[in-house]
């Protein structure tokens, strides 16, 4: 099956980051690649722990804005990151769409020097169904803090999709005069 590697595109609805290294919005802090080369500590923003009440350590990003026309199969996230200090929170890697967030069941437990972690998901994690066309429509990766002190620094927010090319589209013939 075919596929397309992103990157992300800009900020999205949650921006709980405390700290920007090497750029003037998030996105542009950890887009260094649409595959798992990163930065390090170059360019990286700063995720502290998950509080509810602030939205604090909960961060996303728009994903696959012009995805038209795409069956999805699976998405899989990247994401880089190194623990902010000896105690820091384990992270979430999931996806944020119209009010609901839903994260792979594996958390990521960054070590003291940046690891990849990436994540696949064969169903959408916002509705337990197989992913449709539809389903991309506003998608943003999400990734959120556990509520325990301390942080991580992020230098990648990365991923791909598979998919099938959607064949039996319903689309309006013009007559012709």
Same mark, same amino acid.
């Given at each position: 099956m075919p596929s397309l590697d992103f990157t992300v595109q800009q900020? $999205? *609805?949650?921006?709980g980051? !405390? =700290? @920007?290294v090497g750029g003037d919005f998030g996105y542009e802090? =950890?887009?260094d690649s649409a595959g798992t080369t990163h930065d390090s500590g170059t360019t990286y923003l700063t995720l502290p722990r998950f509080i509810v009440a602030t939205g604090s350590g909960r961060m996303s990003f728009p994903i696959?804005?012009?995805?038209? $026309?795409? @069956?999805?199969? !699976?998405l899989t996230l990247n994401v880089a990151a190194v623990q902010g200090g000896g105690s820091h929170p384990r992270l979430s890697?999931? *996806?944020?769409r119209g009010g609901l967030t839903g994260f792979h069941a594996s958390l990521f437990d960054p070590t003291a020097s940046y690891t990849v972690a990436t994540r696949t998901f064969t169903t959408d994690p916002l509705t337990g169904a197989a992913w449709t066309a539809e389903g991309l429509v506003g998608l943003e990766a999400c990734i959120q803090s556990e509520n325990v002190?301390?942080?991580?620094?992020v !230098?990648?927010?990365s991923g791909g999709l598979s998919y099938a090319p959607m064949t039996n589209r319903m689309l309006p013939i013009q007559r012709m005069r």
């Open positions: 900020d $999205g *609805f949650w921006r980051w !405390s =700290v @920007l802090t =950890v887009d696959m804005l012009q995805a038209g $026309g795409l @069956l999805p199969l !699976s890697i999931g *996806f944020y002190a301390g942080n991580n620094d !230098s990648l927010v």
